[in-house]
């Protein structure tokens, strides 16, 4: 009787007990950039930023950047384009104003709490009487919410304050401190930043980014293929605009006022150019957008009558020429210079 | 495979008629003024693949359509013997009716096992909140939607792309992660729609090939093509569709002599040409 030869593969294969491996995506170091992101941000820009309207401005970016990622999850995820992130912000700034107003100012973080909740529950709403409309006719009917959020808001004034301003909000209070000063704010406004980046994060490492991308490229072959399409893209229109809610009550409390002048359709528009100036691919595009939109208007004050046209034309060359925007840049940089690096290295093996 | 018990008897694999699958009863498409299918009725069985044939624009693909909801149609259709709500999708899915089209619908911004992931049935923990704050479930049930997507490729021949990005693929390998995909979705029914246009004959025989091993007892396959050997070889029984209508079904050997199916294919050339 001879002996069965065993084929070298069979121990191999039986001692592979492993797991098997997930996709690539959930390999991907995302994490440690937004931890780095966060330490670099807090070492740095304290020391950088000291005058107070410069701080202003740091803590404007850092809400901005919020609405921005928010956006990015309906329109560069999910693939609809919403036109109502500014009325979530403006709700998201009314309710947590009215929370700190009728509960106290050591309520504010359950002031942000019920502006985020608020939020998303409208949003939800919305996307549920929406659910079979186009893009086309999605984008129109919350340009409609936001409009009409303009029209009705003023006459709320139990909510909203007399004309829809309301004044004198709280500044933020956490465990009995207030935060007075642009610094304090910002050690507040940079962690809530980190959160948003962190649930970014999460969200692009699971099984919803799959599942709205396929809804966002090719909605009716993801139907047959058994992708929720719509309850996806509710989900991310729910999660966006909260964040649009979150960054409305910042910066309520922030100023110490809120009103429909500046929640219109100039910011909406100032919103999606955030994203498009950053890149609509990335949850790093809407916070780089968010700091051109800030900065940029700022150093081109000294051009004064020219500054409109100077970001008009700034704003078409970036749109032009950065398809991907200012992230695509840093993308492109990044692979050409592993490329160069991989040249290097295999010349001088 | 998720898939209905076979009822003991049942024949199918194209060894004689096994149970009704399929049920479909006077399934009509309109466009505007436009029938586009008219009519038509159709039974396929556990085990059987079923050819549709019939010149552009006889009706094939949208019957495909009305089966797997992307189309509102008229009629009714049960799947091993459940009603089924036509022109929903999802419902289809549910049902087990999964689809291939026409042209290569593959996803370039994900990769090739992300392609065929999304089809997976198993749904758990795969929402905001799963995604969210069951980190460790979610990722086990992902583990548990990768094995099988990799099984599905390698079923369909491309376990090589694996984790790879799609947007490299060549047309022939789009074709065959599509396939992937409506198969990670456990098929009762596979509709395949035209699966062989644009390969060449190295290709489709190696689809072919694929397709033979994709049958089970379980499995009904509804496969519209132009090559009437691709066809042949696949095909237990072949439908032939003119004008919307189903105007003859049955075994290929029969089919291809049915004066009906020659006057649909080559009648009117024959005509136009002795005038």
């Known amino acids: 009787m001879t002996t069965a030869q065993t084929s070298p593969e069979v121990p191999k294969l039986l001692a592979d007990r492993s797991l098997p491996k997930l996709p690539g995506v959930y390999r991907q170091h995302q994490i440690i950039g937004v931890a780095i992101f966060a330490v670099a941000a807090c070492l740095i820009l304290p020391r950088v930023v000291t005058s107070l309207s410069d701080q202003s401005l740091m803590n404007q970016w850092t809400a901005y950047s919020i609405a921005a990622i928010g956006f990015y999850w309906i329109f560069g995820l999910a693939g609809r384009f919403a036109f109502c992130q500014t009325f979530m912000m403006l709700l998201g700034g009314y309710i947590s104003a009215w929370v700190t107003r009728e509960l106290g100012p050591q309520w504010f973080l359950l002031g942000l709490v019920a502006a985020i909740a608020a939020t998303a529950v409208f949003a939800a709403l919305i996307g549920l009487a929406t659910a079979r409309t186009g893009e086309f006719y999605f984008a129109i009917a919350t340009l409609a919410v936001t409009e009409v959020g303009l029209i009705v808001f003023p006459k709320l004034t139990s909510l909203t304050g007399a004309d829809g301003q309301t004044i004198g909000i709280s500044p933020p209070q956490i465990g009995g401190t207030v935060l007075l000063t642009g610094e304090d704010v910002f050690w507040l406004f940079i962690g809530l930043l980190t959160l948003v980046l962190v649930v970014a994060v999460l969200l692009e490492r699971s099984p919803l980014r799959r599942d709205a991308i396929a809804a966002r490229d090719n909605g009716p072959v993801a139907r047959t293929a058994g992708v929720p399409v719509v309850k996806t893209q509710i989900t991310l229109f729910a999660l966006g605009s909260a964040a649009g809610g979150l960054s409305g009550a910042m910066i309520g409390h922030l100023t110490g006022t809120i009103s429909t002048d500046s929640f219109g359709l100039s910011l909406s528009i100032g919103i999606f150019l955030m994203l498009l100036l950053g890149g609509s691919d990335s949850y790093w595009g809407p916070v780089l957008g968010a700091a051109f939109y800030v900065v940029i208007p700022q150093v081109l004050t000294s051009l004064q009558a020219y500054e409109t046209i100077v970001y008009g034309g700034l704003l078409l060359v970036v749109v032009i020429l950065l398809p991907h925007g200012l992230i695509g840049v840093g993308r492109s940089v990044m692979v050409t210079g592993r490329h160069l690096w991989q040249r290097r290295t295999a010349a001088s093996s | ?275």
């Not at chain 2, 370039?108 to 704050?133: A, D, P």
Request: glycine residues 12%; neutral net charge.
């Open chain 2, 1 to 275: 495979m998720t898939t209905a018990p076979v009822p003991t008897g049942a024949t199918g694999l194209d060894g004689g008629p096994g149970p009704a699958l399929l049920e479909a009863q006077g399934i009509s498409v309109s466009f505007g003024g436009v029938r586009a299918v008219r009519d038509v009725s159709v039974t396929l069985r556990h085990g059987e693949c079923l050819g549709v044939v019939g010149p552009n624009g006889s009706g094939k693909s949208t019957l495909l359509n009305a089966f797997s909801g992307i189309v509102e149609a008229s009629g009714t259709v049960t799947v091993a013997g459940t009603p089924m709500r036509l022109g929903r999708p999802r419902v289809a899915y549910d049902q087990g009716i999964c689809r291939v089209f026409q042209a290569p619908q593959t996803y370039e911004s994900l990769s090739c096992l992300e392609n065929v992931m999304m089809s997976s049935r198993n749904k758990r923990w795969s929402g905001f909140l799963g995604s969210m704050l069951g980190r460790p479930a979610m990722r086990n049930n992902e583990r548990d939607r990768v094995e099988r997507a990799r099984s599905a490729l390698t079923v369909c021949g491309i376990a090589s792309r694996d984790d790879g990005p799609s947007a490299t693929l060549t047309y022939g390998q789009r074709r065959l992660l599509d396939l992937a995909r409506a198969v990670n979705a456990a098929p009762r029914i596979l509709l395949l729609d035209e699966p062989s246009a644009g390969l060449n004959d190295a290709e489709t025989r190696i689809l072919g090939e694929i397709l033979t091993n994709l049958k089970t007892p379980e499995l009904g396959i509804v496969v519209v093509d132009h090559k009437i050997d691709f066809i042949d070889r696949l095909s237990s029984r072949v439908l032939v569709m003119e004008q919307g209508l189903a105007v003859a079904d049955g075994p290929p050997g029969d089919i291809w002599k049915d004066q009906r199916v020659i006057d649909a294919y080559l009648g009117r050339a024959a005509d136009s040409a002795q005038h």
